[in-house]
C-alpha cells in the first residue's frame, strides 16, 4: 500500500512504495514492478543480442579479410564494455543512496537505450575504417557505464519493496526479467535467421534488435518516470545526516563477500547463457538456427525455475540455494561442457540441466546482496563489487573461452570456471543466514 504522510510530514513522503502486501499488489505497484523488470531486461537484452550476432557484424564492423580476428576483436569490445561497470556501478549507485533508487533507474535506462542506437548505426569498416570500430567501443562503454548501476538499483529496489517473509520470491523478478531479456534477443536472432539470408543478415539484419532496443529503452524511460521511491530510502534519508565513507568501510567484508559469490556463477551462467550460441556454432559447426533455440528453450526452463527457487530460500534460507547454485555446477560443467554437438539435443539437454541448478543461486543474489548491507549504502555497496567482478570475469568469459579453446583446447577454460565456482562455494558455505532481515536499517 502507499502511506499518506502524518500531518507536519513532508509532502514527498507520500511518493513512496511501501512493502508490497503478502497477498495482492496493486495495479500502481503491479506496473512499477513492470517498469523495474523491463529496464533490467533490456540490460541483458543488450549484452544478448551483442553476443548472438556479433558473428555477423563483426566483419561488418572490423576488417573482413581475417574472419576470426574480427569476432575476436567484437568480444574484445564486448569485454572492455564491461570495464566501465565498476565506475557506472559506483555513479549510479551512489545517486540511488542519496537521490533515490527511482532517480538511478531512469538514469541508467536512458543511457543504455543511446547505446544501443549507436551501436544500430555504426558505420561499416568500409565505409569508416578504423572509425567504425571506435563507434562501437564508445557505444559499449556508455552501455557499461549504465548497466553497472542498472541492476543494483533494481535489485535494490524489488528487495525494499518486498514483503520480508517473500523477498526471495520477489527478488526472483531480476534474473526472470534479465533471462527473458536473453530470450527475446535470441529469438531476434532465431526468426532473423529464418526469414533473411545470411548476406542480408551480415549486411543490415544484424541492426534490427538495436534499434529495438532503443525504442524499448526510450519507454520504458517514460514507465519509470512515473515509479514512486521505496519507503526504506525515504525512512533512511529523512532521519540520517553522518558522512557515507565510514559506514562502506565498515562494509568491507560483505565487499568482499559479493565478489566472492558472483564469480563462479557469474561466468558459468554467461557461459551457458549467452555464448554457448556462438561456441557451438564455431566450433562445433551446429547450424545457427539450432543453436539459437536450444538456447532460447533452455533458458525458457530456467525462468520457470527461478520463481520455485526464489519461494525455497524463503522456506530454507539462503546459504542452502547458494551452496546448491554453485556447488552442483562444479560437478556439472565439466561432464556436459563435452556433451555439445551438431544436435539440437546436445546443447539444449547440458544447458538445461546446469541452468536450472544455477538458478538456486540466481534467484536469491539480488535478495542476498541487499541483506548484506544498510540501506544508506546498499546500492553503492553492492554496485561497485558486483560490477568488478562483472567486470573481470563475466565480460573477459566469452573472449577468454574462445582463445582457450584455440590455444589450449576446452580443457583449460573448465578447469578456470571449475575454480571460480569453487571459490564461491567456499564463500556461500561461510555466509551468515539473512533469510527475513529487516531492509529498514
Known amino acids: 500500500m502507499i502511506h499518506k504522510p502524518a500531518p507536519g510530514a513532508p509532502a514527498a513522503a507520500a511518493e513512496i512504495a511501501a512493502p508490497v502486501a503478502p497477498n495482492k499488489a496493486t495495479k500502481a505497484q503491479r506496473q512499477t514492478l513492470f517498469a523495474t523488470g523491463l529496464g533490467n531486461a533490456l540490460e541483458w537484452y543488450d549484452w544478448g543480442i551483442y553476443s548472438a550476432f556479433a558473428i555477423y557484424f563483426a566483419t561488418e564492423v572490423f576488417n573482413p579479410k581475417d574472419p576470426l580476428a574480427a ?28 537521490m533515490g533508487r527511482r532517480a538511478s533507474m531512469i538514469s541508467t535506462v536512458g543511457l543504455a537505450s543511446f547505446g544501443s542506437l549507436m551501436i544500430a548505426l555504426v558505420p561499416t569498416y568500409n565505409a ?17 557505464l549504465a548497466h553497472g548501476g542498472e541492476m543494483p538499483s533494481a535489485q535494490t529496489y524489488i528487495s525494499e519493496a518486498a514483503p ?15 533471462t527473458s531479456g536473453v530470450v527475446i534477443g535470441l529469438l531476434f536472432g532465431y526468426f532473423l535467421n529464418l ?26 524511460l ?61 566450433i562445433h559447426k551446429m ?42 555446477p562444479i560437478v556439472l560443467f565439466p561432464l556436459l561442457v563435452n556433451t555439445i554437438g551438431q544436435s539440437f539435443w546436445s546443447l539444449f539437454l547440458p544447458a538445461t540441466l546446469i541452468l536450472v541448478f544455477m538458478g538456486a543461486v540466481l534467484s536469491i543474489s539480488p535478495a542476498v546482496f541487499a541483506e548484506m548491507f544498510p540501506t544508506r549504502i546498499r546500492t553503492v555497496g553492492v554496485a561497485v563489487p558486483y560490477a568488478v567482478a562483472v567486470a573481470i570475469f563475466g565480460g573477459t568469459a566469452p573472449y577468454l573461452q574462445s582463445w582457450t579453446n584455440a590455444t589450449f583446447g576446452p580443457a583449460a577454460f573448465t578447469v ?25 536499517k
Open 71 to 98: 569476432l575476436l576483436g567484437a568480444m574484445a569490445v564486448f569485454a572492455v564494455g564491461f570495464i566501465a561497470r565498476p565506475l557506472g556501478g559506483f555513479v549510479f549507485g551512489w545517486l540511488a543512496d542519496h
Open 128 to 144: 569508416a575504417g578504423a572509425w567504425a570500430a571506435v563507434v562501437l567501443l564508445t557505444a559499449r562503454l556508455l552501455q557499461g
Open 164 to 178: 520480508a517473509a517473500r523477498r526471495g520470491l520477489w527478488s526472483s523478478l531480476i534474473y526472470v526479467s534479465g
Open 195 to 220: 526469414v533473411l539470408s545470411k548476406q542480408d543478415m551480415q549486411a543490415w539484419g544484424w541492426r534490427i534488435p538495436f534499434i529495438i532496443g532503443a525504442v524499448l529503452g526510450l519507454y520504458t
Open 222 to 282: 517514460i514507465a519509470r518516470s512515473r515509479m514512486k521511491e521505496t519507503e526504506a530510502f525515504m525512512e533512511v534519508k529523512a532521519s540520517v545526516r553522518e558522512p557515507v565513507w565510514p559506514e562502506i568501510r565498515r562494509n568491507w567484508r560483505s565487499a568482499l563477500r559479493v565478489i566472492g559469490l558472483g564469480v563462479g556463477a557469474t561466468v558459468c551462467y554467461y557461459v551457458w547463457s549467452v555464448s554457448a550460441v556462438q561456441q557451438a556454432v564455431l
Open 287 to 328: 547450424d545457427q538456427g539450432t543453436a539459437l533455440l536450444a538456447s532460447v528453450l533452455s533458458n525458457v526452463v530456467l525462468i520457470i525455475s527461478l520463481p520455485f527457487w526464489g519461494k525455497f530460500s524463503d522456506r530454507f534460507g539462503r546459504r542452502a540455494n547458494m551452496l546448491i547454485g554453485t556447488g552442483v
Open 416 to 440: 578456470y570456471v571449475v575454480a571460480l565456482l569453487a571459490i564461491s562455494t567456499l564463500v556461500a558455505w561461510k555466509l551468515p543466514e539473512t533469510k527475513g532481515k529487516d531492509l529498514t
